[in-house]
């Protein structure tokens, strides 16, 4: 959308900034969930780790928030890219692990 996108793991938000300054901020849904990486994912949403809940996180670009559970328990999911593939690609750092989750639609 030509915004900036960023976490704030310490304030349990989203951020958005645009060419012209405007900040706006959204809550996380999970309270001290911790936000960390961010990718913009295949389906034009942002996608982002919840690393202390974890937890995987979907935001529209309206600013809709929709959390998905990492597949494996306590993995503390870090980093987070899209892939070749159309789906979402993360590190598990606590699992020493590479997690993969395919949006809602997909396989």
Known sequence: DGALWFTE???NQ???ITPQGKITQ???PTAKSEPYGITAG???ALWFTENASNKIGRITLQGKITEFTAPTPNSGPGAITA???GALWFTESQTNKVGRLAPPGQS
């Open 26 to 28: 959204f809550v996380v």
């Open 14 to 16: 989203i951020g958005r």
């Open 9 to 11: 793991d310490d304030n």
């Open 42 to 44: 295949p389906d034009r």
């Open 83 to 85: 892939g070749p593939d």
